[in-house]
């Protein structure tokens, strides 16, 4: 486990893939540090990226997924005004508004928005499974851990590969039950180093607010600031 803390990201994720045999997978995230490094460094193993209300994106890194791209953001907020920039650059991204509605870092977004999310998913994902001639598999369902990632894998289909939301409550759970019956889900935690136990959300008069979460994908709070928008990639959100 200790050389495990030492890999990127995107060389564990590698590394989880050969474990488990697969080739390509679908990915959907929210979390730029989640995909990024992927999206850069091993474009060939992504069929398809999916990313729900990210607070913070990186259009450089998604420019040969762009006709393999799902962005789901909704019409309110302080993502708006980036999100129509760096979709200008993005020719044949595929982009689902969620009306009235923020996608804030701490919103439960699924749980919110399942129906409105699970179909635009379903539709998406089925049309890049023709795209990319995506073949079902059927891993034995459970849990376990490879290269320091935790995992959980439900249902059979084409591979689906499942990042934290954030800090999302209820993370994938809403959606998970539609999505494995025509897929092979494989839910992510990031392990010990990603978890918090309470940390402090400045507010915007400066007060803290104490919040619990674990498997979030934010390890710091200056992740959380950048996740929140407040600090953005070049051509990014």
Not at 21 to 29: K, M
Not at 59 to 72: D, I, K, P, T
Not at 150 to 165: D, V
Request: glycine share 10%.
């Amino acid at each position: 486990m200790t050389a495990d803390m030492n890999l990127s990201i995107e060389q564990r994720v590698a590394h989880l893939l050969r474990h488990l045999g697969l080739a390509q997978v679908h990915l959907a995230a929210r979390s730029l540090r989640d995909w990024q490094g992927l999206a850069t460094t091993y474009p060939d193993r992504i069929a398809s990226i999916t990313l729900v209300c990210p607070p913070v994106a990186d259009a450089h890194a998604l420019l040969s997924l762009a006709s393999r791209f799902l962005l789901v953001t909704g019409d309110r907020g302080p993502v708006v005004e980036r999100t129509q920039a760096v979709l200008a650059e993005l020719a044949g991204a595929t982009h689902v508004v969620l009306q009235g509605y923020s996608g804030l870092l701490w919103d439960d977004v699924v749980a919110d928005h399942p129906e409105a999310i699970g179909t635009t998913m379903e539709a998406f994902l089925h049309r890049m499974d023709q795209q990319q001639r995506m073949q079902a598999v059927a891993l034995p369902e459970g849990t376990g851990e490879h290269a320091g990632l935790f995992y959980r894998i439900q249902g059979a289909g084409p591979p689906l590969l499942l990042f934290p939301l954030g800090l999302a409550r209820s993370q994938w759970e809403p959606l998970i039950r539609l999505l494995a019956t025509d897929y092979c889900t494989i839910t992510l935690e990031m392990g010990d180093e990603h978890e918090i136990i309470t940390f402090s959300l400045l507010g915007p008069n400066g007060a803290g607010a104490s919040t619990a979460a674990k498997g979030t994908g934010v390890d710091s709070e200056a992740d959380l600031l950048v996740m929140m928008g407040d600090e953005a990639s070049s051509g990014g959100f």
